[in-house]
């Protein structure tokens, strides 16, 4: 009997160079250590080369196109990224080939890449990160025009095929199925949970922290949609209404608000308050959570945010940190018991979860040790790798038995 094995793959991803973006980096390598081979095509970050190999992974990359905060420059971004992408494809292609493609959204105008080599007899796996749709709507606060109909065409497109699609959620499983019409059984859920060997507590840096005050910490992206504007209202609240002054925030990240947002901070006075650190080596997260006695997960409620994972949320819980959040419900999933939940989009309510947790030194600990035993026993890496190679075993069962009837 003849066996056959997909193990070339081809990971295709767009938003973010190779190996910076953490979840593409811990699913190209355990594909790798499973005995697999993987080239990913990705953007040029500063300094790098056009071809590297990474732990095992080879790398392609093309000239990241610049950065233009508005919905012509993602139109622009996504145009050209698809292109090079492609061209990119057609030499992997031959050098050094692959049996599967593997996308990762956004965006999801990577369908036409991966439909074009499903012609040629390839299969396709559906990595899908973001509710395009739903992002689109949260960053320009759009209504369902036309642009929100391409992107739900794109992923329904997307969706329906994919030989099988790789689901960050339940949320976004129940969207599959629902909107896109994706049979359960052609979906797998692998949750976007750290690696605790790479992130892990460190020895508290003093330098983080002032006398007398209470250390707030947030660390991720600072788009329109992640709430960091309705984060710096509820200071404003601490230091105003509540007569509670006693605290000092860190906000780690960048993004295409970031200047927006110092700006707020500086209208709303705080200034004194607040340190905006703006983007950090992924190796430094560590040594600011580890400094934090609370921190904070602000997107508030929208379609979107309701049904996305942050992985701000299980890095505080890796750290084993006391979190506050808007009460969304994939927050509740990912923190459970390691959060207070303030009501949505209530800028008060956070301002008053945050006290509780200030004035509690004890339930502070109780809630970081939750959070820090769900990510060793249910949300760590070591836990969701499993399904991802599942994905690609049953690709290889499915071969392995059309050859077997073919013979018979």
């Not at 739900?152 to 960050?168: F, G, K, M, N, P």
């Not at 705080?270 to 905006?276: N, Q």
């Not at 949320?313 to 923190?335: C, I, N, S, W």
Request: aromatic share 10%; glycine share 6%.
């Amino acid at each position: 009997m003849k066996t056959f094995k997909p193990t070339r793959i081809l990971m295709l991803l767009e938003n973010n160079p190779y190996p910076a973006d953490g979840r593409v980096r811990r699913e190209a390598t355990a594909l790798v250590n499973a005995g697999h081979s993987v080239v990913v095509i990705c953007p040029r970050g500063t300094g790098q080369p056009s071809m590297e190999i990474v732990s095992g992974v080879k790398a392609y990359r093309f000239p990241a196109p610049p950065e233009i905060p508005s919905f012509l420059g993602y139109l622009l971004e996504y145009g050209y990224a698809t292109a090079a992408i492609f061209m990119l494809s057609v030499y992997a292609l031959f050098e050094p080939g692959f049996d599967v493609v593997h996308t990762h959204n956004p965006p999801d105008t990577l369908v036409f890449v991966a439909g074009f080599y499903k012609l040629l007899g390839k299969r396709f796996v559906y990595d899908h990160h973001d509710l395009s749709p739903e992002m689109y709507r949260a960053i320009f606060r759009k209504k369902d025009g036309l642009v929100y109909r391409i992107l739900l065409w794109l992923e329904r497109i997307s969706c329906r095929l994919a030989d099988h699609v790789i689901a960050t959620n339940g949320s976004y499983k129940t969207v599959e199925m629902e909107r896109d019409g994706v049979p359960e059984e052609r979906i797998t859920i692998v949750r976007n949970g750290p690696d605790l060997k790479r992130l892990h507590p460190v020895e508290v840096d003093h330098t983080l922290k002032k006398p007398g005050k209470k250390t707030i910490c947030y660390v991720g992206n600072m788009g329109h949609h992640d709430g960091v504007d309705y984060l710096l209202r509820a200071l404003k609240h601490l230091v105003e209404k509540l007569n509670r002054p006693d605290f000092f925030c860190i906000l780690v990240g960048g993004g295409e608000a970031w200047p927006e947002l110092k700006l707020l901070a500086a209208e709303l006075k705080l200034d004194d308050y607040v340190l905006f650190t703006g983007n950090v080596a992924h190796t430094e997260v560590a040594r600011y959570l580890s400094a934090a006695d609370i921190c904070v997960a602000p997107e508030p409620s929208n379609d979107y945010n309701d049904r996305s994972t942050m992985i701000k949320m299980t890095e505080y819980l890796a750290l084993g940190k006391a979190t506050v959040a808007f009460d969304l419900p994939e927050h509740r999933v990912t923190a459970q018991e390691a959060a207070l939940y303030a009501q949505p989009n209530n800028e008060l309510d956070f301002a008053r979860k945050l006290i509780v947790l200030m004035d509690d030194p004890q339930l502070r600990s109780e809630m970081g040790a939750i959070g820090r035993r769900r990510m060793e026993t249910e949300l760590d890496w070591s836990h969701q790798v499993q399904y991802l190679l599942e994905v690609y075993q049953n690709f290889e069962k499915e071969v392995v038995q059309g050859i077997s009837v073919k013979e018979m």
